[in-house]
Every structure is written in structure tokens, then in C-alpha cells.
């Protein structure tokens, strides 16, 4: 079998091939090349079954199943006879792959790597939902801005790779229903409430789900939910042109001091100093 190398300096395959990211949707009812690239890819299936050959290996994917293809390694997709397939696609050189990685978590990207750079899982419904609502908002966005176009896949490559650190680590470790509520709990939909608020959506008592973060997470769940608070902080400081104020705003912080203090106090560093690095 021929393999085909996409390169990310290709202007054929980007829309700015000067840009780190990209972000496109297929919808097609003809295989893709056996091809391999340079780069990352992270890709959600959202209508249709589609065989993804990895490596010469056959799994069927249907919707909501959700992959990351790193570089060098050779895939293809055979969308079933008679139908279209159809998803989105974000692709990430290896330099910006790291920086969000790093953003998420220490050891994301070890943990990728461990895997040989591949991952495909289903995702729940509400985790399909919250990604294409975002990838059909990038698209309603898209324009001759290209700036703003790579501002708003980075965000969406940021809440697929929080998906995939969440499942990546938990998977082999935690019950099915902690999993799910780490999962809400990471949603930029829950981004702005209160660490109060996870009672609410948890069939615990509070006195059990902190016993159980104890457990599983070995912190408390104000710790937890304040680290995903700042890194999804980060993100957006590294990633967009938003004022701290709107940031602080944008994570559920009444107090632009407090949330000063509070990075100072995770980061070592404030907001602007982690901008201008």
C-alpha cells in the first residue's frame, strides 16, 4: 500500500500554512489516501460509520468516536458504502501540540507518546455536543482574519485535548460515573460556577464526593476545580487577545485581585508575566 506524506508547509492543505493550527470539516462518501503527516491531528466523527485504518489496522468508527493521529503515522479513512461521512478535523504542528498539552496537564503528552500517538475513543453525548457546538461556532466565525481563526481552533483544540487527558488517565482508574463528573466538571459550559456548585450534579452528598476526590484525586474538590479554573485561564492567555478582567470574568471570579492571587499562587507567576512568556 502507497503512502501519501502531507506536509504542514503545503499551501494546498492550509488556509494560512504561516499559522500552527488549522481547522476544516470533510464530508465526503470516498476513502481518504493511506497517508501519513508532520504534524497532529484531531478529528470527531459527527454523521455517518467510517472504517480508520491505523497502521494497517481496521477499527470501525461511527459517531461520536473521537481520535488524535500524531505524526509519522499512517491512516486512512473508508467511509461505509452508501453513506457520507462527515467530521471535523484540527491540526496542530508539534511545537503547539506541546504548549497546549503542557497547558492541560504535566504528563499529557508523555502519556500520548506512551500510547504511540494514537487515541480513539467514544465520547459521551454531552462531550460530543459541547465540541461540535464549538466547531459550528468557529465555523459561523470564520473569515479573513486569520488570527481569529487560529485564536478559535486553539480553543477548540483545548477542550478536545481536556476530553482526551480525562480519558487518557482515568480510564484504567476511576468508576464510569467519576469520570463522567470530571468530565462535566472540565466543560467550558461549567467554567464559570462556583466549586459549591459540583454537589449539585453529583448524586453524592457532600461529605461522600469529598471523600471520594480524596480517593481518587488525592486533593480536595476546591483544589481540583481551581487548577481546572486556571489552566483553562491559561489557555486563554496564551491563546487569545482577552483582557485578565475578561478572562477572570470568563472562569467565574467576582474579584480581579482574587484571581490574581490565585494564579500567583498556582502559576508562581501573574497573568501578565505567563502572557509575555
Not at 211 to 234: E, P
Request: proline share 4%; glycine share 2%; charged share 15%.
Amino acid at each position: 500500500m502507497i503512502v501519501h506524506n502531507f506536509d504542514w508547509k503545503d499551501p494546498n492543505l492550509f488556509k494560512d500554512p504561516g499559522s500552527k493550527i488549522d481547522f476544516h470539516w470533510w464530508s465526503t462518501s470516498t476513502p481518504t489516501s493511506y497517508h501519513q503527516h508532520n504534524y497532529y491531528e484531531l478529528f470527531l466523527i459527527t454523521k455517518g460509520k467510517t472504517t480508520h485504518i491505523v497502521q494497517e489496522r481496521a477499527e470501525e468508527l461511527k459517531v461520536g468516536s473521537f481520535c488524535l493521529i500524531g505524526p509519522d503515522i499512517p491512516h486512512q479513512l473508508l467511509p461505509a458504502k452508501n453513506c457520507v461521512n462527515e467530521h471535523f478535523n484540527v491540526s496542530i504542528t508539534t511545537d503547539l501540540f506541546s504548549n497546549l498539552c503542557s497547558i492541560i496537564s504535566d504528563d499529557l503528552q508523555y502519556r500520548i507518546e506512551k500510547a504511540n500517538n494514537i487515541f480513539c475513543s467514544k465520547i459521551t453525548d454531552d462531550e460530543f455536543q459541547s465540541l461540535s457546538y464549538h466547531a459550528r461556532h468557529l465555523t459561523s466565525k470564520s473569515s479573513e482574519n486569520l488570527a481569529l481563526n487560529a485564536s478559535l481552533c486553539k480553543t477548540l483544540a483545548i477542550n478536545m485535548l481536556s476530553i482526551l487527558n480525562i480519558a487518557s488517565s482515568s480510564i484504567n482508574s476511576y468508576p464510569a460515573w467519576f469520570h463522567d463528573l470530571l468530565m462535566k466538571i472540565n466543560s467550558p459550559d461549567f467554567i464559570q460556577n462556583k466549586a459549591s456548585d459540583i454537589y449539585a450534579i453529583s448524586n453524592y452528598s457532600p461529605s461522600t464526593l469529598i471523600a471520594y476526590f480524596k480517593q481518587y484525586l488525592g486533593c480536595t474538590i476546591v483544589d481540583y476545580f481551581t487548577s481546572v479554573k486556571i489552566k483553562y485561564a491559561c489557555g486563554l492567555l496564551k491563546n487569545t487577545n482577552f483582557s485578565t478582567l475578561q478572562i477572570c470574568s470568563a472562569i467565574g471570579y467576582d474579584s480581579l485581585s482574587h484571581f490574581n492571587r490565585v494564579f500567583k499562587t498556582q502559576m508562581g507567576m501573574t497573568p501578565r508575566e505567563y502572557r509575555s512568556l
